[in-house]
Nanobody, 124 residues
Framework: QVQLVESGGGLVQVGGSLRLSCAASGRALSSYLMGWFLQAPGKEREFVAAISSSSGATWYGDSVKGRFTISRDNAKNTVYLQMNSLKPEDTALYYC?????????????????WGQGTQVTVSS
């Protein structure tokens, strides 16, 4: 069993930056493909980014390409999401997920473990 805890969310102005962290316990994350998803009120959970177990491959949703960067530190059992040039439409609850399939990285159904989420609010 893997427990995931997100942190780093908050209120930021348009154009600002935030760095989200996802700390794991229970098992080493080193063998898991990791992902970030967001969910805005009344909307479906949406893929943001994913990273392979070795950090050799990354994937991004179209709306965040060039602005967000996913990374991981397996020694610290932590995954990060650096978010730059934030827009009001980035406002959502951001979830960390573990255990995704490399064949379905953008599908939330592919992931086995989820955190509780951290709120990101971008004000204009």
């Amino acid at each position: 069993q893997v427990q995931l805890v997100e942190s780093g969310g908050g209120l930021v102005q348009v154009g600002g930056s935030l760095r989200l962290s996802c700390a794991a316990s229970g098992r080493a994350l080193s063998s898991y493909l990791m992902g970030w998803f967001l969910q805005a009120p009344g909307k479906e959970r949406e893929f943001v980014a994913a990273i392979s177990s070795s950090s050799g491959a990354t994937w991004y949703g179209d709306s965040v390409k060039g602005r967000f960067t996913i990374s991981r530190d397996n020694a610290k059992n932590t995954v990060y999401l650096q978010m730059n040039s934030l827009k009001p439409e980035d406002t959502a609850l951001y979830y960390c997920a573990a255990g995704g399939s490399v064949f379905r990285v953008t599908s939330k159904m592919s992931y086995n473990y989820w955190g509780q989420g951290t709120q990101v609010t971008v004000s204009s």
